[in-house]
């Protein structure tokens, strides 16, 4: 059984604090992991896909990794409208294409 | 707006009716999820289509659930006798599908109470 696990489960930096949110996994056969921001009362709005272990993709303040084993959301000087929850999410190679998600970090960044 | 769109965006009901969710995707996308979302917890597989053709269905899928998607376009959701257990947010997802990893695009989401 695919899991993912996330942390920390919230996150407090002041403005311009830059700092690195942990997804670890199991899965049998990684296809795919998936990077989502969720504001409160939305749905999730992608971020990134990562295939492969040494992947790295950027987009504005974000860059996320991608390891055998987990995968890391780093934020760069974050600015108070990064505040959000950010999910993870697995996609096996078993032959499903559900996604497995973690219960994401809850990020608060402070003016 | 090219996006996944849901309706209603809210509905409140009283135990024991039924409700139905709609779920129209990304044009030219051929995969549609239902996920279901709690409180504090990513959201949890519910079933999954490919064209009019459902393919998977999560054990959280319960008899009284049941999704179709005629004619391989929208999608509807209609949970049973509802029960207080089933209050939560019901996302929709949909994708355009590929050989290996492919992105999911998630609507806005139907946000249900029961009373």
């Known amino acids: 059984e695919d899991q993912v696990t996330q942390s920390p489960e919230a996150l407090r930096l002041q403005e311009g604090e830059s700092s690195s949110l942990n997804c670890s996994y199991t899965?049998?056969?990684?296809?795919?992991l998936f990077w989502y921001r969720q504001d409160p009362g939305k749905g999730p709005e992608f971020l990134f896909t990562?295939?492969?272990a040494g992947e790295e993709k950027e987009k504005e303040r974000l860059k996320a990794t991608l390891t055998k084993k987990e995968s890391f959301l780093h934020i760069t000087a974050p600015k108070p409208e990064d505040s959000a929850t950010y999910l993870c999410a697995v996609q096996s190679g078993a032959g499903s294409y559900q996604l497995t998600f973690g219960k994401g970090t809850k990020l608060s960044v402070i003016p | 707006d090219t996006g996944v769109s849901q309706n209603p965006r809210h509905k409140i009901t009283k135990r024991g009716q039924n409700v139905t969710f709609r779920c129209d995707p990304i044009?030219?996308?051929?995969?549609l999820y239902w996920y279901r979302q709690t409180l504090g917890q990513g959201p949890e597989f519910l079933t999954y289509f490919q064209n009019e053709a459902q393919l998977e269905k999560s054990r959280l899928l319960s008899d009284r659930f049941s999704a179709e998607r005629p004619k391989g376009s929208f999608s509807t959701l209609e949970i049973q006798r509802t029960e207080q257990g089933d209050s939560a947010m019901y996302l929709c997802a949909s994708s355009l599908g590929a050989t290996g990893g492919e992105t999911q695009y998630f609507g806005p989401g139907t946000r249900l109470l029961v009373l």
């Open positions: 990562l295939y492969s």
């Open positions: 899965v049998s056969g990684l296809r795919g």
């Open positions: 044009s030219e996308h051929n995969r």
